[in-house]
Antibody, heavy 121, light 107 residues
Framework: EVQLLESGGGLVQPGGSLRLSCAASGFMFNIYAMNWVRQAPGKGLEWVSVISGRGDTTYYADSVKGRFTISRDNSKNTLYLQMNSLRAEDTAVYYC??????????????WGQGTMVIVSS | EIVLTQSPGTLSLSPGERATLSCRATQSVSSNYLAWYQQKPGQAPRLLISGASNRATGIPDRFSGSGSGTDFTLTISRLEPEDFAVYYCQQYGSAWTFGQGTKVEIK
């Protein structure tokens, strides 16, 4: 069974940092691009970042560019999101999501359960 | 950036009725790279449709997607009780963006 399990969320002060993890299982992780998508409380979905299967290509939403870094460890089947200089508007549930056929330009057919990040003093 | 606008914001219907949801893009979506998702409270989104009209694995055939270019539609032919949820469109042809969602509620 294909599964994604996020962890690392929590309460952090404005300006602080947090690293999210997403443990993948049930598919050939190293050949799939992977994404982070977030959802602020009561709001819609916002794509955050994508990384290629080999980890050599990354893209970011303008709202997080320069503050967030996506990375992966294919030996551990794990995706990461390092979040620095956090702001109140970064408060959201963060999901990792797998593309349907592995390509970056694809719909997301598997999602994790999400991890909540709260940025507040 | 391609902006997706979904309409209506809320759709109030009864079980058994037909639901028609619209998603309009500010620019043509290349290769019809348009997906639809369903999300229920407290759950992650679920992929329904990819490539504008291809049902995902396990999705009932009462769900169908159509459209091209800048105008796309998700149709639920006969609403079942479990279909009342929020629906999002997403384009993945030029970066990745989501619409703001359409809530389908019980009338």
């Amino acid at each position: 069974e294909v599964q994604l399990l996020e962890s690392g969320g929590g309460l952090v002060q404005p300006g602080g940092s947090l690293r999210l993890s997403c443990a993948a299982s049930g598919f050939m992780f190293n050949i799939y691009a992977m994404n982070w998508v977030r959802q602020a409380p009561g709001k819609g979905l916002e794509w955050v970042s994508v990384i290629s299967g080999r980890g050599d290509t990354t893209y970011y939403a303008d709202s997080v560019k320069g503050r967030f870094t996506i990375s992966r460890d294919n030996s551990k089947n794990t995706l990461y999101l390092q979040m620095n200089s956090l702001r109140a508007e970064d408060t959201a549930v963060y999901y990792c999501a797998k593309p349907l056929r592995g390509l970056a330009r694809d719909a997301f057919d598997v999602w994790g359960q999400g991890t909540m990040v709260i940025v507040s003093s | 950036e391609i902006v997706l606008t979904q309409s209506p914001g809320t759709l109030s219907l009864s079980p058994g009725e037909r639901a028609t949801l619209s998603c309009r893009a500010t620019q043509s979506v290349s290769s019809n790279y348009l997906a639809w998702y369903q999300q229920k409270p407290g759950q992650a989104p679920r992929l329904l449709i990819s490539g504008a009209s291809n049902r995902a694995t396990g999705i009932p055939d009462r769900f169908s997607g159509s459209g091209s270019g800048t105008d796309f539609t998700l149709t639920i032919s006969r609403l079942e009780p479990e279909d009342f949820a929020v629906y999002y469109c997403q384009q993945y042809g030029s970066a990745w963006t989501f619409g703001q969602g359409t809530k389908v509620e019980i009338k």
